[in-house]
């Protein structure tokens, strides 16, 4: 490690989609900026290296998950895990952003210069690490909204007495033997109902254990339509003919929901009640909120339903009293015996990587930061974050906040500025959660979450199609925005 400074015009953090994604714009419509993908951990790949727990998978079809520049060619559109891994490192090879990646780069603080108009950050000791310390002209967290070294899990009474093995999704050992084991997965999101079905491939007996049920939809793994364009059209054509299709669908049905939430309600409780059949308890389908309050809950192929009909699924819809030694007493009374015990119980939400932000020695409260056009924070210069989309796909909407970054980056070179920064009028603007939605992980971090304003351009919208307007087309240089 050497104590000079290296030095970048852009230094983007994460290695996961978003930051794969940031790389290619960046590299192609900032030719002339020099930057480098910081990567905390040893490989790419961000949530799709780090979860590694069976049947991991997409619950977003990967015609909207993927890469506009680098088309999906799968048949399958909701992917496992390994396919989206290999999808994102053909991406960073095809295009040579590998070779901009530099792992086992973790970063320890960043602190921006009004005197030097820069960022300097310094990364943590390791081998791999030839420079302590970087500086960049401009900083873009691509890391992702949620804590890599740990997972949210409540405190459970007694969990000390239970004599199997209990295991949280985020840190699945891969010697875990299931095979013919009583198995008690706690949760009812996108971990939990993608976990029960694989693990009833090779379990006694699998028992998913909610405190309250969620909405779960039923959806083919292949997209017929998107596979019949293939054949008749040329690649990119079928591709961007089958993303906008899908694009559609996901907003038409996300508005239906908020505008129709009992009609839409019924339609999901229906399709259930066909596939688990009239006679089947639908407590355990009935969420008491309104859909897309949280995430929906996508299942390939009726896998969950299919593992119910044939016996090897429970569902038990109850809280838990404590833990035994057997496995966990119900507030209702109930014993569910238990060899294996997992704890689908959430993500614990951190922001930039869980490093502390400085600007001019001053260290910034999230909490109380305003996103503009849901990519600056106001009063951090030359900062942007890369947050997607939580009722559509993710990646559309990282997609466009680096096509805003890069509209930016040139016209400030245009413009021979050296920094920009967003000014929030908090006169002009009441404060709203940045998120609309009441999912534990959000709540619970609802002090170091930034807020939006009430009004464009301090409103972040769930809205593809006024993010493209806002993000691609907009003018840059507006009132909110300050540049030097």
Not at 178 to 187: F, L, S
Not at 216 to 240: E, H, R, T
Not at 282 to 300: A, E, G, N, T
Not at 403 to 424: F, K, P, W
């Amino acid at each position: 490690m050497t104590a000079d400074i290296a030095q970048y015009d852009v230094l983007i953090i994460g290695a996961g989609l978003s930051g794969i994604g940031a790389a290619y714009h960046i590299q192609k419509k900032c030719p002339n900026k020099s930057f480098a993908v910081l990567e905390a951990r040893e490989s790419m790949g961000g949530t799709w290296d780090l979860f590694r727990y069976p049947g991991i998978r997409s619950d977003s079809d990967m015609y909207t998950l993927g890469f506009s520049f680098n088309p999906w060619k799968s048949q399958k559109a909701i992917a496992d895990g390994p396919s989206i891994l290999n999808y994102i490192k053909d991406t960073a090879k095809k295009f040579k952003i590998d070779t901009k990646i530099r792992y086992n780069h973790r970063l320890i603080s960043a602190s921006w210069s009004d005197t030097t108009k820069k960022w300097k950050v310094q990364v943590a000791s390791h081998k791999e690490v030839t420079h302590e310390f970087m500086e960049c002209k401009f900083l873009y967290m691509c890391a992702g909204y949620y804590d890599y070294d740990t997972g949210h899990t409540p405190e459970f009474p007694n969990s000390t007495s239970f004599k199997g093995t209990i295991v949280h999704p985020q840190k699945w050992d891969a010697t875990l033997d299931y095979q013919d084991k009583k198995v008690v997965v706690i949760g009812s999101g996108a971990a939990a109902v993608t976990l029960v079905p694989e693990l009833a491939k090779k379990a006694k007996s699998v028992a998913m254990l909610q405190r309250s049920p969620t909405y779960i939809m039923n959806l083919p793994s292949k997209d017929v339509v998107a596979n019949a364009l293939k054949k008749v059209l040329p690649g990119k054509m079928a591709f961007a003919l089958s993303r906008w299709k899908n694009i559609s669908v996901s907003l038409g049905f996300y508005f239906a929901s908020r505008k129709w939430p009992r009609a839409i309600s019924k339609l999901i409780q229906n399709d259930v009640r066909k596939a688990l059949g009239p006679q089947y308890d639908m407590k355990h389908f009935s969420p008491k909120y309104k859909p897309w309050d949280q995430r929906l809950c996508v299942i390939p192929d009726s896998d969950l339903f299919d593992s119910i009909t044939k016996g090897k699924v429970t569902m038990v819809t109850d809280a838990i009293e404590k833990f035994t030694e057997n496995g966990l007493r119900l507030a209702s009374g109930k014993l569910l015996d238990a060899d294996i015990i997992v704890t689908a119980t959430g993500l614990k939400i951190q922001l930039f990587g869980g490093i502390a932000l400085k600007v001019n020695d001053q260290v910034i409260d999230s909490g109380d930061m305003h996103c503009y056009r849901g990519v600056l924070l106001n009063d951090i210069p030359n900062f942007a974050v890369a947050v997607g989309y939580t009722h559509v796909s993710w990646t559309l909407k990282c997609e466009l906040s680096s096509h805003y970054v890069t509209r930016l980056l040139n016209y400030m070179d245009e413009q021979g500025y050296s920094s920009c920064i967003a000014r929030y009028n908090k006169d002009a603007f009441t404060s709203e959660p940045l998120i609309d939605s009441n999912a534990g992980y959000i709540l619970r971090a609802e002090n170091i979450l930034p807020k939006q304003g009430s009004k464009a351009p301090w409103k972040v919208y769930q809205n593809y199609l006024k993010d493209i307007l806002s993000l691609r087309y907009s003018k840059i240089h507006d009132k909110y925005v300050e540049y030097s």
